[in-house]
């Protein structure tokens, strides 16, 4: 077809009988949405993520009931269930086994086994919201097209395999003009255990899944119309942007912003598939594009915020004029699969933020005894939290004159642990504490866009 878009709907989106219809009504009403791509229902990947850290028989039979009322509210709602619900009661039994086993030894590979059963069941209760549409889609498992390697909780595609798996099993059911839906955010490892792409990588799987079709466009629908020069929930005067470039959209999903997953915008960007962010509670209110040259590009375009963070500060006399410091320190955070997010040195010193972005990641996670020993045959470790990250978004920050005096005249009231500006030509990062953090947002969005 000479147009082919690829839509995925979050978990918002599939959260209930009502907001799936919706969703039904959006795809049917576009001709040129063959591929469609869902999240797990919302809550339901939280309570599979819970499960999979093992738990008591006791906390082990609440949250599968809270994963089955969900499910059930569902199909409570459908006019006819016969076909569906015992294949979301099998899904459930095998959530309590799975579970069971994860309170006797947790894994990597079976948390990924037992949180992609969120996506599986929602996928196969919106095939049943579509028939009540009279309109007939067929059910495809993505783990059949996205390959991926075997690092469990984040994976990378194999884009070679992922694309040969398309042309043999997803392209020709698009040839013959049927509608797929299939699941975001998983994949399969080479000896076919299940694997996902990290929190939020549903966004993720569609753009891999526009990219090995050559789609014209991928449909992001979430709860949201757009995205917007900050989070209206903090700013209710935050204006929705048009149209934005991906490094300017990749900056924001990277430091903050929900709207978007970063790595979403990896395929996308490649093949130059522009993105559309829309709302899919009120697709009539309009979205955003993301494409690779939108016009005009002001010097500021948002702000983002990421809470949570995590600062470490290294700190040793002999790296004073040494060399081989910081290779040291960073093949210690590679061999624990720590990724570094923000960074600023000194003489004697190095402070870095830490990126989490697998799917079950947290900061106490990330800083293992072994990392924090490893790392102090080296030097002095310091560990900060309760800090929050600010992101300033924009274009040519590095060479625009007055930035840094508009930026710091605003923050003269608050305490800025680290800086970090220079580096990229779309960002300026400050980290603050996390108390201050919605107000320094507030105060940098008042006197930049408003």
């Not at 900061?363 to 309760?386: F, H, I, M, N, Q």
Request: negative net charge.
């Amino acid at each position: 077809m000479s147009h082919l878009s690829v839509a995925k709907f979050g978990g918002t989106s599939v959260a209930n009988h009502a907001a799936m219809t919706a969703c039904a009504k959006i795809i049917i009403a576009d001709p040129n949405t063959r591929v469609v791509v869902l999240s797990a229902s919302a809550g339901v990947t939280n309570l599979l993520v819970a499960l999979a850290n093992g738990v008591e028989a006791e906390e082990r039979r609440k949250l599968v009931g809270e994963v089955r009322s969900i499910q059930e509210n569902i199909l409570n709602e459908l006019k006819d269930d016969s076909c569906v619900r015992p294949i979301i009661e099998k899904y459930i039994e095998n959530i309590e086994y799975l579970s069971e086993a994860a309170s006797l030894a947790t894994s990597a590979a079976l948390t990924d086994e037992l949180i992609s059963h969120g996506e599986m069941m929602s996928t196969q209760i919106f095939i049943e919201i579509l028939r009540e549409q009279n309109t007939t889609a067929t059910w495809l498992d993505v783990r059949d097209i996205v390959a991926t390697n075997s690092h469990f909780g984040k994976a990378a595609p194999n884009d070679e395999q992922t694309q040969a798996n398309s042309d043999r099993v997803l392209k020709p059911l698009i040839d013959r003009g049927e509608l797929i839906i299939t699941q975001g955010f998983i994949g399969r490892e080479p000896s076919g255990k299940t694997t996902t792409l990290g929190r939020g990588g549903s966004d993720y799987s569609a753009a891999l899944l526009a990219e090995v079709l050559n789609a014209k466009d991928v449909l992001i629908w979430t709860d949201v119309a757009g995205i917007y020069t900050t989070d209206p929930r903090i700013v209710p005067t935050a204006q929705r942007i048009d149209t934005m470039s991906f490094a300017e959209a990749a900056e924001m999903a990277t430091f903050g912003a929900k709207v978007l997953h970063p790595a979403t915008l990896l395929p996308a960007v490649r093949s130059n598939i522009p993105v559309y962010v829309g709302s899919s509670k009120a697709p009539q209110d309009g979205g955003t594009w993301v494409t690779r040259d939108p016009q005009p590009r002001p010097t500021f375009r948002a702000i983002a915020l990421r809470r949570d963070q995590t600062l470490l500060t290294l700190s040793s006399l002999s790296m004073l004029h040494a060399q081989g410091f910081l290779a040291n320190v960073f093949s210690i955070l590679a061999k624990h699969k720590i990724s570094v997010d923000t960074i600023t040195t000194s003489e004697i010193s190095v402070a870095l933020t830490l990126d989490k972005t697998g799917s079950t990641s947290s900061g106490t996670e990330l800083l293992s005894g072994e990392l924090l020993e490893a790392l102090r045959e080296y030097c002095t470790v310091k560990v900060d939290t309760g800090l929050a990250l600010v992101a300033l978004i924009g274009n040519d920050l590095h060479i625009a004159a007055g930035v840094a005096k508009r930026i710091f005249d605003t923050l003269e009231p608050y305490s800025v642990r680290m800086i970090s500006y220079g580096a990229s030509t779309n960002n300026i990062c400050m980290l603050v504490q996390s108390e201050y953090a919605d107000e320094v947002v507030r105060s940098l969005h008042k006197s930049l866009f408003e």
